[in-house]
Structures are given as C-alpha cells and as structure tokens.
C-alpha cells in the first residue's frame, strides 16, 4: 500500500493519473499519514527538478578538440575503380522492366491511399500532436492546446456555426461569438457546446466517455442519440457523460487553472510575462531578477503538464520570444533580460 | 567585453561559414547542454562527447541549417535525443542490486532540527546522485526530461512495471535519506 501512494503521488505529479486512480488516491489520502507522505514526496518531487550538475565541463579543451577535427586534412579518396561491363543487355532489360512496375504500383497505391483520405476526411484541416503538446489557432480565433497524441480536424467553419471534431484531449479557448456556437464532436455521439469559454475536453474514444474540465464560463456536454441526457458545466466544474453506459457524473474539478503544485495542468492565458516569472520562481523555488532594461510586457499562453520542468517552461518562453534571454547567477537566482520580440 | 549577438546573428553567423558561430555557441550552451545530458546519462566524459558531437553536426550543416525555434530548447531537445540514443546503442541498462545499500555521504552536523532550503537541496541533490544507477537512470529520464513510464519502458526497452517499481524506489530513498537527514 505504501508503494502504491508512491507511485500514485507520482502519476499525479506528472500528469499521468488516470480518473480511477485519481479516486483511488483520493481516497487513501483520506488516511492522514498517507496524505502526508504524499505532500511529502510532492515536496521533495519539487525540490529535486532544481538540480542542476555544476561540474568543470572542460570547455576549452572541448573547444580545442572540435578545432582539432573540423581542420583536420580530409583522407585521400580512395580511387574509383570503372566497373567491369560484364552486365548483359538482358539483365538490364529486365531490370527496366520491373522498375515500370514497381513505379506504377507505388503511383497506383498513392492514388488509393489519396483517394481514400478524400473519402473519408474530405478536405477538412486536422491537426495531430504526435511527439509534443500543439498549439493550434483557429481561423475564428480559438486557440488550442492539443496534448500529446490527440488530433483535431475542423469540420465546419461558416457563418452560422464552428465545429471540429477531437480525439484525445486537448485544452481549448474558444473566441466568444453568440451567433455562432462552438461544438466538439467528442466521439460516439457525444458533443460539447459553448459559446466562449475555456475549458479541457478529453474525446470518448477510448470508451470512458467524454469528459469536461471547465475553466471559465460553461459548457453543455450532451449525447445526440439521447435527448435529455446532457449536463452543463460551469468553472471549476468537471463532467462526464457516458452513454453507454448510461453514467452523467458533474464535480468539482481542481486541476483546470493556474500553476499549482500537483496539478495535472499549467494554464497560462495571456499571462504578462512579468508576472509569469514571479509564477515560475515560486513553484521552482528559484528566484527571477529582471535586468531594469528589460522589456517584458509582453502576453504568455501555454498549456503544459503539471510535471513540467522548469527547463522546460523556460524553453517554452524561449519558443515564443527568442529575445529574452536568462542566466544563472547563482544556484537559485536567475537573471532575465532582453525583449518580448515574437518569433516570425 | 563580448559582443552580443542574438540566437537569428548567431545562425547567420554559421550560415556564413563565420567561426565565431561556434565560438559563441561553445560559450553560451556547452556547459549548459553536457549538464542536461549528464542528468540522463550520469557519464561525465560521454556527456562531453555527445555534446561535442552536437557542435559537430551543427557545422557540419552550417549552410543548409535553419532553426525555426529559439536556439536553446532546440539544442536541449537534440542533447536529449542523443543522449537516449547513447544510452539505446551502449545498451547502458545497467542491473541494480536490489539489496545494495545507498552510499550517501552526510555532511551536515547531527541534532539539526531544521534545514535552510539551500541544504535541503544539497542533501537531495546528493541523494539523487547516490540512487543505484538504474533508478537513477529512470528517476532523472522522469524527472528531468518529462517522459512518461511508456516513453521510458519504450526507450530502456523493460516493462512499465520496472519503471514503476524504480520511481517508487528513488521516491522512497530520497524520502527517507531526506527525512534521516532532518532529524
């Protein structure tokens, strides 16, 4: 039982608890010396990302070295022998022959493969995150945060109405628009409606249902084959609807916004970078000086793991604004500078 | 006083076959990129090599390269990716005793009741380097690089149930060495 608070305080650290197991952890930490071990190990789960080896990594030497093999005389080629013409006309009419093949089987498999992908996807803009967290804006200005493996294919995009259709989950700021509702296609027969809000939806493919996190403003989560069988969710609430399996569950739900210790998600939503940092120190332990010339007024949106490192924050910074630039000073302080230049 | 130049010069630099590129790229990156490979690999000299190897590559391409993020998470990614593949091809998954003992030297005076942060950090630093070197391996490949137990079981090539029981290892001798260390 010890082992498995250990192990549960871990998934919940790193963004990987399932719903089961968030119950499960729920309820064994309403045992007191299993709650505290579990802050306990969040603590000291904080703390170790600062670590950071400060060894002499011999630069120098390093540097001469590279000097050293990028300066170095090439080999002399090895002479080039002509070959021997001892292939027969026949062989190489045979070998023409089945490159014709091979090139109009391949021709012929593309244009079914084309063919197919029209049939089934049509036109229609998808957008998948295989190996990172993606971002996506919308042509109506909703911006999504696509979480590793999930895609997103944009179904309709007219005057009268936005929908697209999610497998996987993904974190969404819908633009406000009244005349045109947003609505997720959420897999078997299951759809979120919203009018501008922010929110996490996780589709149901994966035969748990759909599900809903509501940051700000609410959602209607509901099933096309049932009339009747919806929830609407407002912020802070989370939902699920499962027709199958004829289950509709609403809670309090504690992991859809800021940076938290513990929570499965990092939220930022036009975040002045300023206060940004403020955020980062806090959570890392670390401490963030800004250089007085420093221009940071400057918005942040990100949708991160709770597990994130700081590395990682950083380099997400970075991504968008290449020209603030930060350095150690020392262990735990780290000095900002630079602009809030975006990336072209 | 060095001229600043930033990540867009640096790599106009390169593209111009200037040595300085590499100069500046050493200078700003090196110490930081062999820190972040030896957190996943723990072998000081190879940690040089695979970061070396980095600056190889980059001049290698210098005509053709074109980074379309900012330098540094894109060096950091390709230190990472190297790394997990040194570790992949030197097959490094090395078999921990599991009744060793974990050698952790103290050096913080005994009857301390409470430890300022900057000693606490030391004593988990010390303790993260004193794990036997698979949990270490596993904890840091978590801890350090965000990879779930499935990109680590896939990477390492063991079950998802050994990197289980390895965090939940680290997790217990950090907690505990911590703990004892506190008293």
């Given at each position: 039982m010890d082992s498995r608070i250990y192990i549960l305080t871990h998934k919940r650290l790193t963004g990987q608890l399932s719903s089961i197991e968030n119950s499960e952890l729920a309820r064994l930490s309403l045992i007191p010396e299993n709650k505290?071990?579990?802050?306990?190990?969040?603590?000291?789960?904080?703390?170790?990302?600062?670590?950071?080896?400060?060894?002499?990594?011999?630069?120098?030497?390093?540097?001469?070295?590279?000097?050293?093999?990028?300066?170095?005389?090439?080999?002399?080629?090895?002479?080039?022998?002509?070959?021997?013409?001892?292939?027969?006309?026949?062989?190489?009419?045979?070998?023409?022959?089945?490159?014709?093949?091979?090139?109009?089987?391949?021709?012929?498999?593309?244009?079914?493969?084309?063919?197919?992908?029209?049939?089934?996807?049509?036109?229609?803009?998808?957008?998948?995150?295989?190996?990172?967290?993606?971002?996506?804006?919308?042509?109506?200005?909703?911006?999504?945060?696509?979480?590793?493996?999930?895609?997103?294919?944009?179904?309709?995009?007219?005057?009268?109405?936005?929908?697209?259709?999610?497998?996987?989950?993904?974190?969404?700021?819908?633009?406000?628009?009244?005349?045109?509702?947003?609505?997720?296609?959420?897999?078997?027969?299951i759809y979120a409606r919203v009018l501008g809000t922010s929110f996490k939806a996780k589709s149901s493919h994966e035969g748990d249902g759909g599900k809903i996190s509501v940051r700000d403003g609410s959602v209607r989560l509901y099933s096309s084959k049932r009339e009747g069988f919806d929830i609407t969710l407002r912020a802070g609430e989370e939902g699920a609807l499962n027709p199958q399996e004829d289950i509709a569950t609403k809670s309090y739900s504690s992991n859809v916004n800021g940076l938290m210790s513990g929570k499965q998600e990092i939220v930022f939503k036009d975040e002045p970078i300023e206060d940004l940092f403020d955020k980062l120190g806090l959570h890392y332990g670390v401490q963030f000086v800004l250089d007085e010339d420093a221009q940071l007024e400057c918005p942040f949106n990100r949708y991160m793991h709770g597990g994130t490192s700081l590395d990682e924050m950083l380099d997400a910074v970075a991504a968008v604004y290449p020209n603030i630039t930060w350095t150690n000073s020392d262990r735990s302080t780290i000095v900002v500078e630079g602009n809030c230049k975006e990336v072209e | 006083m060095k001229e600043k130049f930033n990540d867009e010069e640096i790599l106009e630099l390169l593209n111009n076959n200037d040595e300085r590129a590499i100069e500046l790229l050493f200078d700003r990156f090196f110490d930081y990129l062999c820190a972040v490979v030896y957190r996943v690999i723990h072998d000081y000299e190879a940690a040089r090599d695979v970061v070396q190897d980095i600056f190889l590559d980059l001049w290698k391409k210098r005509e053709s390269i074109n980074v379309s993020?900012?330098?540094?998470?894109?060096?950091?990614?390709?230190?990472?990716?190297?790394?997990?593949?040194?570790?992949?091809?030197?097959?490094?998954?090395?078999?921990?005793?599991?009744?060793?003992?974990?050698?952790?030297?103290?050096?913080?005076?005994?009857?301390?009741?409470?430890?300022?942060?900057?000693?606490?950090?030391?004593?988990?630093?010390?303790?993260?380097?004193?794990?036997?070197?698979?949990?270490?391996?596993?904890?840091?490949?978590?801890?350090?690089?965000?990879?779930?137990?499935?990109?680590?079981?896939?990477?390492?090539?063991?079950?998802?149930?050994?990197?289980?029981?390895?965090?939940?290892?680290?997790?217990?001798?950090?907690?505990?060495?911590?703990?004892?260390?506190?008293?």
């Amino acid at each position: 039982m010890d082992s498995r608070i250990y192990i549960l305080t871990h998934k919940r650290l790193t963004g990987q608890l399932s719903s089961i197991e968030n119950s499960e952890l729920a309820r064994l930490s309403l045992i007191p010396e299993n709650k505290t071990l579990s802050e306990e190990i969040a603590y000291l789960w904080n703390i170790s990302n600062n670590y950071f080896p400060t060894k002499d990594w011999n630069k120098d030497a390093a540097k001469d070295a590279f000097y050293e093999k990028i300066r170095a005389p090439k080999a002399t080629p090895i002479p080039t022998v002509e070959p021997t013409p001892v292939v027969t006309q026949a062989v190489t009419q045979t070998s023409s022959i089945n490159w014709k093949y091979i090139v109009g089987a391949a021709a012929g498999l593309l244009f079914l493969s084309w063919a197919i992908y029209q049939f089934v996807f049509g036109n229609k803009p998808q957008i998948t995150a295989k190996e990172k967290i993606e971002y996506a804006n919308l042509a109506d200005d909703t911006k999504v945060w696509l979480d590793q493996g999930a895609t997103l294919t944009v179904i309709e995009e007219s005057k009268s109405s936005r929908k697209v259709a999610l497998e996987g989950e993904a974190f969404f700021d819908v633009s406000h628009d009244p005349e045109r509702p947003f609505i997720i296609d959420l897999g078997n027969d299951i759809y979120a409606r919203v009018l501008g809000t922010s929110f996490k939806a996780k589709s149901s493919h994966e035969g748990d249902g759909g599900k809903i996190s509501v940051r700000d403003g609410s959602v209607r989560l509901y099933s096309s084959k049932r009339e009747g069988f919806d929830i609407t969710l407002r912020a802070g609430e989370e939902g699920a609807l499962n027709p199958q399996e004829d289950i509709a569950t609403k809670s309090y739900s504690s992991n859809v916004n800021g940076l938290m210790s513990g929570k499965q998600e990092i939220v930022f939503k036009d975040e002045p970078i300023e206060d940004l940092f403020d955020k980062l120190g806090l959570h890392y332990g670390v401490q963030f000086v800004l250089d007085e010339d420093a221009q940071l007024e400057c918005p942040f949106n990100r949708y991160m793991h709770g597990g994130t490192s700081l590395d990682e924050m950083l380099d997400a910074v970075a991504a968008v604004y290449p020209n603030i630039t930060w350095t150690n000073s020392d262990r735990s302080t780290i000095v900002v500078e630079g602009n809030c230049k975006e990336v072209e | 006083m060095k001229e600043k130049f930033n990540d867009e010069e640096i790599l106009e630099l390169l593209n111009n076959n200037d040595e300085r590129a590499i100069e500046l790229l050493f200078d700003r990156f090196f110490d930081y990129l062999c820190a972040v490979v030896y957190r996943v690999i723990h072998d000081y000299e190879a940690a040089r090599d695979v970061v070396q190897d980095i600056f190889l590559d980059l001049w290698k391409k210098r005509e053709s390269i074109n980074v379309s993020i900012a330098l540094r998470p894109y060096l950091r990614r390709a230190a990472v990716n190297r790394g997990l593949n040194y570790i992949k091809r030197k097959r490094i998954i090395p078999n921990d005793d599991e009744d060793a003992a974990v050698d952790i030297v103290s050096q913080v005076p005994s009857g301390q009741a409470y430890m300022e942060k900057d000693e606490l950090e030391t004593r988990i630093y010390q303790v993260i380097e004193s794990l036997p070197p698979k949990c270490k391996l596993i904890f840091g490949m978590s801890r350090f690089e965000s990879m779930s137990y499935q990109e680590i079981a896939n990477a390492l090539d063991i079950s998802i149930k050994t990197v289980e029981n390895q965090i939940s290892k680290a997790l217990k001798i950090l907690r505990s060495e911590v703990q004892l260390f506190m008293v």
